[in-house]
């Protein structure tokens, strides 16, 4: 197991090195463990109750943090995957495919980064494409024909914003899939598990239920971004981050998210299997919500979802 952190995370990281060794030698004191995982978990606890938005956005980018091959492993079955969009070809920056949530068969979305470099080059650092998009709606459309509930697991910075990408039509390709997301007769899930960049989340983001994990984070651009526009300065990164309001309790606040879903004593990355838990438990409640409902009714609830989001004020008529 790997113990990189974050710097506002070196205590319990060394605290981690000593619960590894201490579980691993065999004359391991048991209550000497347990202490040793109490003071863990307290400490835990204490950091990540008073996060300041930049270290949210450190622990949402996190090395270790579960990605979707992780989720994938953890809560489904018999995944198969699909590959290519039909038109150009494929994007390893979007996983997509069957699979079996507790039985039932489902399809499953999501971005995917990759853990080393070798990886995070073939998987374009989580940033589709179009093509990966495109790939996106043609399995929500098999879904749809065979009425499976789509699952949706967001974790990019972003749409991928180079040339090749604009020249196959990236912002084409995220406008269809909001318009056919809309309309999909079959419930959607989506879990923001990381990073919610900007149209590259949005893109499969139009779901049912649209929740988020406690130090995951949900922005119209990244605070980087943000301060190169504002201030011309990416050094401004973390006054960014508390002006654009990412995290999930405002996002919750201002009705942008309908859960929060809480994460172990450390997040997400320091016991992935409790982490894929939660998310489990949280797709098998909606689902169960969702799928009482007719599909006329599932449509005009997501219409009225979306259509409450945002504050607008009317002019006075001259």
Request: proline share 5%; aromatic share 6%.
């Amino acid at each position: 197991m790997a113990f990189e952190g974050l710097d506002f995370e070196e205590a319990l990281v060394a605290l981690r090195k000593e619960i590894a060794a201490a579980r691993s030698s065999p004359d391991s004191d048991p209550d000497h463990l347990q202490r040793l995982v109490d003071q863990h978990d307290a400490l835990a606890r204490e950091l990540f109750s008073r996060l300041t938005a930049w270290q949210v956005t450190q622990v949402a980018r996190h090395a270790n943090r579960p990605y979707t091959l992780d989720y994938i492993s953890m809560l489904f079955e018999d995944f198969s995957e699909i590959h290519g969009d039909r038109s150009f070809g494929d994007d390893p920056a979007l996983v997509c495919g069957t699979a079996l949530f507790r039985g039932q068969p489902v399809v499953v979305i999501g971005h995917q980064k990759g853990r080393d470099m070798k990886q995070r080059i073939y998987r374009n650092f989580g940033q589709p494409k179009p093509e990966g998009y495109r790939k996106a709606l043609r399995v929500m459309k098999m879904a749809e024909k065979f009425a499976r509930p789509i699952i949706c697991l967001i974790d990019t910075p972003g749409a991928y914003p180079g040339i090749d990408a604009e020249e196959r039509g990236q912002a084409e390709a995220i406008a269809r899939n909001l318009r056919e997301m809309s309309a999909m007769r079959v419930p959607i899930v989506v879990v923001v598990t990381g990073e919610g960049g900007s149209g590259g989340a949005l893109a499969i983001g139009v779901g049912d239920r649209v929740m988020i994990l406690q130090n995951a984070i949900y922005s119209v651009i990244s605070p980087e971004g943000c301060a190169a526009i504002l201030w011309k300065d990416a050094r401004m990164a973390e006054t960014a981050a508390e002006k654009l309001g990412l995290t999930a309790s405002k996002l919750l606040a201002l009705g942008l998210v309908d859960a929060v879903l809480p994460e172990p004593p450390g997040g997400a990355h320091a016991d992935p299997q409790a982490a894929a838990e939660t998310v489990g438990a949280s797709i098998a409640k909606s689902l169960s919500e969702l799928q009482r409902l007719t599909p006329a009714k599932l449509l005009d609830q997501r219409y009225e979802k979306f259509r409450r989001m945002g504050v607008f004020t009317l002019a006075a008529e001259s």
